[in-house]
């Protein structure tokens, strides 16, 4: 039986799953092995160097299961670690693998949709306060005014179930008021949490409809079938034909639970111990 070699898809907890959803949909020839590290959720709130070690943990662990290539599916990891995995892990110990994320694919593309030049991001704490969205967008977009808002209450409402209740439509419209409130030019806002997207409706329904509201998930999997384009070497590595796999760090019947509600399907996940825990 031929080893397997999936693309790995990893998130702190189960936000990822709206990402490898979309994978799926596009590219469904491959093989894909997930991992949620709910044993250390949230990420949001911690330090650059804990977010660093976490991930940094979690992408080894995907190395040890054969990825050529692993997807960092969590804006924070993405924001926190990405870039010292890419300059100074995958050098020295793998430098025939790669780690991508999912900030750099979405600017990269977003200043194409705002016709005011002035963009919205909603996101966690972390996010917000690593200015990656505003750093990276200004790169390819200098003209483009990046306005933020930190959420620190929509992933804990969303995980918890709460998120449709008449309390969490308070903090949904209360944070979007805050956001709309440092500029009346915002023509496009950006849901830069990979949990926001099971809220989306009730987003809309808080802002004008002449602002638009996208979701990463779609961009991400774009951005990932033009790299595979883009990179033989790569594509060339990744098996293909099986089930995708689900991992945990933390219990299995909890994670199945939730996960459904964010891969849109039922799943069966496995438990896995990092070599740190």
Same mark, same amino acid.
């Given at each position: 039986?031929? $080893?397997?070699?999936? +693309?790995?898809?990893?998130?702190?907890?189960?936000?990822?799953?709206?990402?490898?959803?979309?994978?799926? $949909?596009?590219?469904?020839? !491959?093989?894909?092995?997930?991992?949620?590290?709910?044993?250390?959720?949230?990420?949001?709130?911690?330090?650059?160097?804990?977010?660093?070690?976490?991930?940094?943990?979690?992408?080894?662990?995907?190395?040890?299961?054969?990825?050529?290539?692993?997807?960092? #599916?969590?804006?924070?990891?993405?924001?926190?670690?990405?870039?010292?995995?890419?300059?100074?892990?995958?050098? #020295?110990?793998?430098?025939?693998?790669?780690?991508?994320?999912?900030?750099?694919?979405?600017?990269?593309?977003?200043?194409?949709?705002?016709?005011?030049?002035?963009?919205?991001?909603?996101?966690?704490?972390?996010?917000?306060?690593?200015?990656? !969205?505003? +750093?990276?967008?200004?790169?390819?977009?200098?003209?483009?005014?990046?306005?933020?808002?930190?959420?620190?209450?929509?992933?804990?409402?969303?995980?918890?179930?709460? !998120?449709?209740?008449?309390?969490?439509?308070?903090?949904?419209?209360?944070? +979007?008021?805050?956001?709309?409130?440092?500029?009346?030019?915002? =023509?496009?806002?950006?849901?830069?949490?990979?949990?926001?997207?099971?809220?989306? =409706?009730?987003?809309?329904?808080?802002?004008?409809?002449?602002?638009?509201?996208?979701?990463?998930?779609?961009?991400? #999997?774009?951005?990932?079938?033009?790299?595979?384009?883009?990179?033989?070497?790569?594509?060339?590595?990744?098996?293909?034909?099986?089930?995708?796999?689900?991992?945990?760090?933390?219990?299995?019947?909890?994670? =199945?639970?939730?996960?459904?509600?964010?891969?849109?399907?039922?799943?069966?996940?496995?438990?896995?111990?990092?070599?740190?825990?």
């Amino acid at each position: 039986m031929a $080893a397997q070699h999936p +693309i790995g898809v990893f998130d702190s907890g189960y936000g990822g799953l709206t990402v490898l959803k979309e994978f799926i $949909a596009l590219l469904p020839q !491959y093989d894909y092995l997930y991992l949620g590290d709910n044993a250390r959720a949230p990420y949001g709130t911690r330090s650059f160097e804990t977010v660093y070690e976490y991930t940094r943990a979690c992408v080894e662990w995907f190395f040890d299961q054969g990825c050529p290539l692993v997807i960092l #599916a969590c804006n924070t990891a993405s924001a926190k670690a990405l870039r010292t995995i890419q300059q100074k892990d995958l050098p #020295a110990k793998y430098p025939g693998k790669r780690v991508l994320g999912v900030i750099r694919p979405t600017a990269e593309m977003i200043g194409q949709c705002s016709k005011s030049k002035s963009i919205g991001i909603l996101a966690t704490t972390g996010t917000v306060k690593s200015m990656s !969205y505003p +750093i990276e967008i200004n790169k390819f977009f200098p003209d483009i005014a990046v306005f933020q808002q930190d959420c620190p209450l929509w992933v804990p409402l969303i995980e918890s179930h709460e !998120y449709e209740t008449e309390g969490a439509d308070y903090f949904i419209g209360k944070y +979007i008021q805050q956001l709309l409130a440092q500029s009346a030019d915002i =023509d496009t806002i950006l849901l830069a949490c990979t949990h926001y997207p099971l809220i989306a =409706d009730q987003i809309r329904r808080h802002l004008p409809e002449q602002i638009q509201l996208l979701s990463q998930g779609p961009i991400v #999997a774009r951005s990932l079938a033009d790299y595979l384009q883009r990179h033989p070497e790569i594509e060339s590595l990744l098996s293909k034909g099986h089930p995708p796999r689900f991992c945990t760090t933390d219990e299995t019947a909890d994670f =199945d639970l939730h996960a459904g509600m964010f891969f849109g399907a039922a799943l069966q996940s496995e438990l896995v111990r990092l070599k740190n825990h």
